[in-house]
């Protein structure tokens, strides 16, 4: 069949589908992309003639449409994806961050960057990098360390194979992320004969590989010895669709479970064994139980430095790690059992029949919980007058949004307050990005959470956009796309005048907070007035309704009109940065000046060293 590359890229992605658990479904929902002379003759002119199954959609920036398609992806739980199609140069290094956050997160995004002329002829084309020391670098290079599969087609012939090398990976749960074919300008447009075969309809099955009996037996022996143990639910219980099989090990063992960013909903908020949010921004109640834990079991979590509070935080555990990826299952010298969540917790639960930790301690777990929820449910209390606090905001935001709703967020101060604030219900309605935590990923991000959403036509479901006005003013640009496609966001714009979480991490550190508030310049430095920034107004010129509240009463009516409003919509809210939310007591490490003639510098630092003693290698 003779077409383009482009064309035969086209038709190939528009054929292939996913399938676990018996529902098979069309992996590609679509082609997310800005054109420029990289890509608008050939991939942009292929989504035109063949692009029926494979719909094209526009965006405003090539990072946020990289972001659209991360948090779509992570809503279908990996069994969907977007490709996005950019130019070259600027547009293709755009999606770089885009790249790396959908890598750390292990969440499929196909890239397809346009790449300088395979054949030479033109070159230096307009925007190559032109790098003296080769002809074959170009700034696509770039992808290489954040994709899990990086190919640059450079003629036809090559691409069939990368097309079935890039499915592999994107469909595989332990290998998934990124992935970047880099597409010659020239090679998209060239015509070849291709085989009949490639545009077959293709099913990826998405395996829940079952633990090895041998791995199961010593995981199995490990948590029978225990008397504290804990599980710590990572995102991979959730893209698992593990959640009943952790309720049901759960309620077996009376084991408690602590929750990563990725992982919260793991069981509902108000589960007997729900220990709440663990580590650095995590509850109380589940760390004083990391901290007395004997044996940890991790699932679907990579351990990242907020969960294990920077290695602080499981003063004498051991671990079993189940973990579909062989390298996490790995850390921390654990028991490692390699297996999907929901087959490898069901495993473990055949394994420990009959086993139970003991009462006094699921008493202790309930106990515990019930002191956190309290803290919790005095700061929700909002005030009647005045600046609401931010736990307030969440507070209400809570009260206004259903069960089946979704809140969004990724960076700033709200992502540590919601991680031990928020109230789950359903295992879908927590979605930080808390891998990546990139600012500018809020408004993006929830844009693909809302398009997953509101697939099949039911659009009864909101998604509640938190956002600083730091990640807002980096990235408010899919408000347009939002407004075009006519998908409804609710943006929670939480107005404090600058980045606060970067002024409280700065202050700990001896820093003064410097750098972190938005002020006019003076003689000394940016300690002037606030500066006149208008974000509400912002957000109503690029095509938004807007809701202002100044205090909490305001913010509930706001709320409830944002609901019933049917197109998206921004709350602006200004809060108290002074009244800050209850804290989790523990550590994350941040390395403080070793020398400095600050005085704030050298008792950080004294406060450093002693609380560094707490770390250990877990080994
Ligand atoms: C792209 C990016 N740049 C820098 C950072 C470091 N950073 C983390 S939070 C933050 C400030 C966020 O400000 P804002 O959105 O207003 O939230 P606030 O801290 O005020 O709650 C910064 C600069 C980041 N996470 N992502
Ligand atoms: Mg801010």
Not at 388 to 396: C, H, I, N
Not at 500 to 525: K, M
Request: net charge negative.
């Amino acid at each position: 069949m003779r077409l383009t590359t482009g064309q035969a890229i086209v038709r190939f992605l528009a054929n292939q589908w996913s399938e676990r658990d018996g529902v098979r479904q069309r992996f590609f929902a679509g082609c997310f992309g800005i054109f420029g002379h990289g890509n608008v003759a050939g991939i942009g002119e292929a989504l035109l003639e063949y692009g029926q199954d494979l719909p094209y959609y526009q965006a405003r920036n090539e990072q946020a449409m990289v972001h659209t398609a991360v948090g779509f992806a992570r809503a279908h739980d990996r069994l969907r994806a977007f490709a996005c199609t950019s130019s070259i140069g600027p547009g293709a290094t755009n999606m770089v961050t885009g790249a790396a956050l959908a890598t750390v997160n292990r969440i499929p995004v196909l890239l397809l960057p346009g790449d300088v002329f395979a054949t030479r002829v033109a070159n230096p084309v307009l925007q190559e990098l032109e790098d003296p020391r080769s002809y074959d670098v170009s700034v696509n290079d770039a992808f290489k360390p954040v994709s899990r599969f990086w190919d640059r087609i450079n003629r036809p012939e090559q691409l069939p194979s990368a097309l079935l090398a890039a499915m592999r990976v994107l469909t595989d749960p332990a290998e998934t992320g990124a992935v970047t074919l880099a597409l010659p300008q020239d090679v998209q447009a060239e015509a070849y004969d291709w085989p009949e075969e490639l545009f077959a309809e293709r099913v990826w099955h998405v395996a829940r590989p079952v633990p090895e009996p041998a791995a199961l037996a010593r995981a199995a022996e490990l948590i029978r010895g225990a008397e504290r143990p804990l599980i710590v639910a990572g995102g991979g219980v959730i893209y698992s669709r593990a959640t009943d099989e952790l309720r049901a090990f759960a309620e077996a063992t009376g084991v408690p479970v602590g929750e990563t960013q990725a992982g919260k909903g793991s069981l509902p908020w108000d589960h007997p064994q729900a220990a709440g949010a663990i580590g650095a921004t995590g509850t109380t109640a589940a760390n004083a139980l990391a901290r007395e834990a004997d044996v940890v079991i991790g699932v679907g979590t990579r351990y990242s430095d907020f969960t294990t509070a920077s290695r602080s935080l499981f003063g004498r555990a051991r671990f079993v790690n189940l973990n579909v990826a062989a390298f996490d299952a790995a850390k921390h010298a654990g028991v490692s059992l390699v297996a999907d969540a929901a087959a490898g917790l069901a495993g473990l639960r055949g394994a420990l029949e009959g086993w139970s930790v003991p009462e006094a301690y699921r008493e202790e777990t309930r106990e515990r919980v019930g002191r956190w929820n309290a803290v919790v449910d005095e700061a929700f209390h909002p005030s009647e007058e005045g600046l609401p606090a931010q736990a307030e905001v969440l507070g209400l935001v809570g009260e206004a949004a259903r069960e089946c709703d979704v809140v969004v967020c990724a960076a700033g101060s709200m992502p540590g307050d919601l991680h031990r604030l928020w109230r789950p219900r359903d295992p879908k309605g927590y979605h930080v990005e808390y891998g990546y935590s990139c600012m500018g990923y809020e408004i993006a991000g929830g844009l693909g959470v809302k398009m997953a959403l509101d697939e099949g036509g039911d659009t009864g479901r909101e998604v509640f956009v938190m956002v600083g006005d730091g990640s807002y003013l980096m990235m408010s640009s899919e408000l347009v796309t939002a407004v075009q496609e006519g998908v409804k966001l609710i943006v929670v714009l939480v107005q404090n005048h600058g980045f606060a979480s970067i002024g409280n991490l700065s202050e700990s550190v001896g820093a003064q907070r410097f750098g972190t508030r938005y002020r006019y310049r003076t003689g000394s430095g940016l300690d002037g007035e606030v500066l006149p920034v208008d974000l509400a107004a912002n957000a109503a010129s690029l095509g938004a309704r807007v809701f202002t509240a100044r205090t909490a009463p305001e913010l509930r009516d706001a709320l409830a009109r944002a609901r019933a409003a049917s197109g998206t919509t921004v709350v602006h809210v200004e809060t108290d940065p002074l009244r800050p939310a209850p804290d989790g007591e523990a550590w994350w490490d941040v390395p403080v000046a070793e020398v400095s003639g600050l005085d704030t510098v050298r008792e950080a630092r004294a406060r450093y060293e002693k609380d560094k003693q707490a770390q250990r290698p877990y080994l």
